[in-house]
């Protein structure tokens, strides 16, 4: 096994790939409504799956800084759960193969873990790369989720549809694996569902969802989405009967929704500078945004008892 590759091992290499693309999810940076986690759990619920390859995390992970769960039973330790970063091979609804890669993303070593993957991706004739995350956003949980875009060269994507900003951010294996296939002529683009920021730490279905449309759309694979519709509907019910029971929070989403709106007219207008409206601070919604992620989850928790009983 060649050095690039000590970091995996192929556990069967498919004979019947023809150029397929590959999903990335990485669990550890920013993934506001669980957006991206959310989707790679539905597919892995809904389709046919087999592993392709296996990652060393003994190399990998820092146990410490996130340490994995054992179950205690009976006077004695009965389980663990050992972290995994696997590459799959799945299928779609008609049977169309493509790749997904997800696990805990690597605490060490992430030069070695990039040129691991690239040597899967050279391997198996990967022909595009796709990493899907959700970061929140002062919009809406009334008005559609839209999904930002960002490729490693130009052409891949529609231009109007790319994130045109310059910032400094917190690096991140996804983002450094895609910078890197770059550098390596490998093509590789992100798909990043937009969730509102007063849901972004709760489990938010309908960002997976707009995720998953945004992936069957750029890839052309028939993907299913019943289940994870119908938890984005009870989701957003459990939602609106919380914030019509929360005088400030309403207020808070009737002001992000003018916002909204505001923007959407302007850039309708072809303006790209729309009226802003005022939106209440951090400082001024905590408390009730704090009580409202707790009702949430309570809501959750009340769900599952009942479904239990």
Known sequence: MSSRSDLYELVDEPA?????????????????????????????????????????VDSLIDYRSRRPEMRFADGSFQDYDAPELTLRLVRDDVGSPFLLLSGPEPDVRWEAFISAVTDLIERLGVRL????????????????LSVLTHAN??????????????????????????????????????????VPHYLAE????????????????????????GELAEAARRTDELVREQVEGNDQVAKVVHALENQY????????????????????SADEIGAELEQFLADLDSGDDEDDDQGDR
């Not at 389709?47 to 390859?53: G, K, M, P, R, S």
């Not at 790369?129 to 559609?144: D, E, L, Q, S």
């Open 261 to 280: 709106d505001a923007f959407a007219g302007g850039d309708a207008r072809g303006s790209l500078i729309a009226e802003q409206r005022a939106v209440p």
């Open 202 to 225: 709760s489990e938010y279905p309908q960002s997976s969802l707009t995720l998953l449309r945004a992936l069957s759309a750029t890839t052309g694979l028939l993907l299913p989405s």
């Open 16 to 56: 019947e790939l023809d150029s397929p693309v590959l999903v990335y999810w990485f669990d550890g940076f920013v993934d506001a409504g669980r957006a991206g986690g959310g989707l790679v759990d539905h597919l892995l619920a809904t389709l046919d799956t087999e592993v392709v390859a296996t990652f060393d």
């Open 153 to 194: 060269r130009p052409g891949l994507l529609d231009d109007s549809a790319l994130v045109d900003v310059e910032l400094r951010v917190p690096g991140n294996i996804g983002s450094l694996l895609e910078y890197r296939l770059g550098q390596t002529g490998h093509d590789a683009i992100g798909l990043v569902a937009r």
């Open 129 to 144: 790369t796709i990493g899907v995350h959700g970061i929140p956003n002062p919009v809406p949980h009334t008005r559609p």
